[in-house]
């Protein structure tokens, strides 16, 4: 058997569900997931994914017929559940006949999943561990997608292999798709193996060609190591922090004075506490456009995950898309493949 066949048998689950050549999902990247890079990507194979992230119903719904003008081929929408406008949004996915709804943010309501179902979307939703994933499988979930600390953007606490560990040997009844850290073909073929339908990848695609990433967002993501993606950081236990992945910049010291000069004016009686906590949630509003959109890579947020040190250069879509199937390939028919058989 063959290296290429072997590869079209491990992510067959996986194409079927997404009706792509390559079980390559996109991840939802902020500013950077629209139409150029959501129809590039589908259309070298892979599924693009649009980031609506706070995009009224009215500016989604524009993004998706321009993306639809783009590609003949699927591609998904990835839904925030927290937007106040979710129901309206769910609407516009199935006004615009939507294959696919990534559910992402949280937990989802079952009325909001079965809004999508009942018009023949296909939904997947996050799943941080094995008993939530189970419990979104019965709420009606397709397929799940688990993510790991590697990621760029908003990071849970547990790494991509300890995930994949945990997951994908407990839940096999639909669909799971790895992601966080994944940047060459060789770590798609091994989470295949472990029994994934196949990956999520957002960092590696930021350098494409068609994104509409600023030259120095892009630039910065090329001389970028991956211990330079980092967390951020969280000075107080009072005062939570949901953790982001970004290359550390001036910006990422910054944030930790801001948070010290909060919590001081709230220890003196100035600003209460609740006051205190939308200061510091709010430090970044802004922050991610000023980096991707405007090129200010010293005082925006560059998020990436830490397969960033993996970018090397920009390139056109097709050409990341065939490189990451090439070395899928060439590692499956390696020697140490040919020994373990």
């Not at 290359?247 to 919590?263: C, G, L, S, W």
Request: hydrophobic share 45%.
């Amino acid at each position: 058997m063959n290296a290429r066949h072997t590869l079209e048998q491990l992510w067959n689950r996986g194409k079927t569900f997404l009706g792509t050549d390559c079980a390559i999902l996109g991840g939802a990247m902020s500013w950077v997931s629209e139409r150029h890079l959501v129809s590039a990507l589908s259309n070298a194979g892979g599924f693009g994914v649009i980031a609506c992230g706070a995009m009224p119903p009215e500016l989604l719904e524009q993004e998706i017929a321009a993306t639809q003008a783009m590609t003949d081929k699927p591609f998904g929408v990835n839904l925030i559940i927290m937007h106040p406008k979710l129901d309206e949004l769910v609407a516009v996915c199935v006004r615009r006949q939507v294959s696919h709804v990534v559910l992402a943010g949280g937990i989802p309501k079952g009325p909001t999943i079965d809004a999508l179902k009942a018009a023949g979307i296909k939904v997947i939703c996050f799943a941080p561990s094995a008993r939530i994933g189970q419990k979104l499988v019965r709420m009606g979930a397709d397929a799940l997608v688990i993510e790991g600390m590697e990621a760029g953007g908003h990071i849970g606490p547990v790494s991509t292999s300890v995930l994949a560990q945990e997951i994908l040997p407990a839940i096999t009844d639909v669909p799971v798709f790895v992601a966080g850290g994944i940047g060459r073909g060789e770590a798609i073929v091994s989470y295949l193996q472990m029994g994934a339908s196949g990956v999520q990848l957002g960092t590696r695609f930021v350098c494409a060609e068609e994104s509409i990433a600023h030259p120095k967002f892009k630039e910065c993501f090329i001389r970028s190591a991956a211990r330079d993606a980092v967390p951020s950081v969280q000075i107080d236990p009072e005062f939570p922090v949901i953790p982001v992945r970004a290359i550390a910049n001036k910006a990422t010291a910054d944030f930790i004075r801001f948070q010290q000069e909060v919590i001081a004016r709230h220890r003196r009686g100035e600003v209460e506490k609740k006051e205190a906590q939308l200061e510091i949630e709010h430090f970044w509003a802004g922050a991610l456009r000023r980096a991707v959109m405007e090129g200010d890579v010293e005082n925006g947020s560059v998020m990436a995950g830490q397969s960033v040190g993996m970018v090397t250069r920009v390139q056109p879509m097709r050409e990341i898309i065939a490189e990451l199937v090439a070395q899928a390939e060439a590692f499956l028919a390696g020697p140490l493949q040919a020994k373990i058989a």
